[in-house]
C-alpha cells in the first residue's frame, strides 16, 4: 500500500507564538513532581469532569473498532494507553500536554513507561490489554521487541499508533512521525558556517553522540545535521559514538572521543540527555564554554527544547548556540486525535497512514525561549536570563 504522508497543521498554536519558543525553566520542577507518576509501570487518568476511573470497557479488546465505536456511542467512555519511551523531562510533558487534552474530550488515559528499555514493553502491552483499552499509542524503546507486541494487541483488534520511532519490519500500522529533516539539515548548515567565520582557518570536525540503530537518529535528525554541515564544509570530518540515549553514557564516550582525538569545533546529539551530557565532557576537559555567546572551542546545537537547554541556550556563557524544539501540546494532539480516528474505524489499523508533527528551531532568544516554555512546558515563571 501506498504509505499517505501528511504534516499535521499546527495554525492555531503557531498564531499563538509571535516567534519561535522553547521549553522552560519551572517546566523543568514541574517534570521532577510528575516524575515519580511515569516512572511507575502504570499510571492511570481519568477525565476531571467525569469523576473517579471508571472499569475500562471490557468489550475492547475483543472486535476492534467496530466494538469500541459501539461503546461510545453506549455512553461508555473511550480508554487510550500510551506507553512512554521514558522519564525524561520531554516525555513528561507530553504525558501532562496529552492528560490535559484527554480530559478536555472526557478520554480516560492510561500511562505506561518503558524507562527507557524495551525489554519492559511486553509487560506494559499485556498490561494495557488486560485493562481493556481501546487503542494503545506506543514509541517503542526497541523498534524490533515491539512488532510482536503490536501483532499481539491487533489480533485482539485494538489498534496500536506509533509515534517517533518505527516499529521494526513485519507489521504495518498507522504513525507519527516528527518532520525534522529539513530543521536538522539547516541546523548544520548554519553550525559549519559559524565555524568557518568564527573559527578562520581550522577544519570542521564534527562529534556526534546518536543512538545507533534508531532511524529518527540516523534518517531524521544526526543524518540530515551532517549533511547539512557537508553542504558548507564538503571535507568535514565527522566522529559519530554512542550515547544509546543516556545522559551518563553520553558523558562517557564524549570524555573518551575527547581523548582520542583533538579539534572538535562542531557537537551535538540526538537528544536532549546525549547534547547535554556532551557538553557536559566538554566542559570535564575545559573546551565548553563561551564568552558573549560566542564559543571559545565548540559550537554545540541540541533537540528537545527542554528547561536545561533553554538555560543554555539563554546563557552568555554556554556554547549552546541552537536548538529544535519538540512540541508536546501540538504532538498529544495529533497522537490523540489520530488514536480517536482510528477506534472509530476512519483511520485503517493495519495500513500505512503516516503524519508528521513538525518542531520548532529555537535561537538564543530569551523572549522566545519564555514563551514556548509556557506554552509547550507549563512554565509558570521566566528563565532566568534578560527578556520577559
Known sequence: MKRTTETVALASTLAALSVLASACSSGSSTAASNAATTTAATTTAASTSAGPTSAAPTSAAGT???TSAAASSAGKKLVIGDILYDTDAYQIAQQKQMQKYADSLGVTMIFENQQGQGTNAPNLVDDLLARGVNGIIFQPADATVAVPLVKKAQGKHVPVLGWAIPFGAGVTAPYIGLDESKAT????????????????????????VTITGVSV????????????????????????????GNRNTAVNVTEDALQ???????????????????LQGFKSAGLGAAVGKKPQHTYFYSINGTDEELRALTDPSSPLMADLGLTPL????????????MIAGKISATSNYTANVPDKPLPPDCTAANDFNKLEYFATANLPCVGS
Open 217 to 244: 537518529c540516523s534518517d531524521v535528525r544526526m543524518g540530515p545535521f551532517v549533511d547539512g554541515v557537508k553542504s558548507v564544509a564538503p571535507d568535514a570530518k565527522v566522529v559519530t559514538v554512542n550515547g544509546a
Open 64 to 66: 476492534g473498532a467496530s
Open 185 to 208: 539539515m539547516a541546523a548544520g548548515k548554519a553550525a559549519a558556517q559559524y565555524v568557518q567565520t568564527n573559527f578562520p582557518g581550522q577544519p570542521v570536525k564534527v562529534l556526534v
Open 330 to 341: 501540538e504532538v498529544s494532539k495529533s497522537l490523540i486525535d489520530t488514536m480517536r480516528q
Open 260 to 278: 582520542r582525538e583533538k579539534g572538535f569545533n562542531i557537537a551535538t546529539g540526538c537528544n536532549s540527555d546525549m547534547a547535554m551530557g556532551a
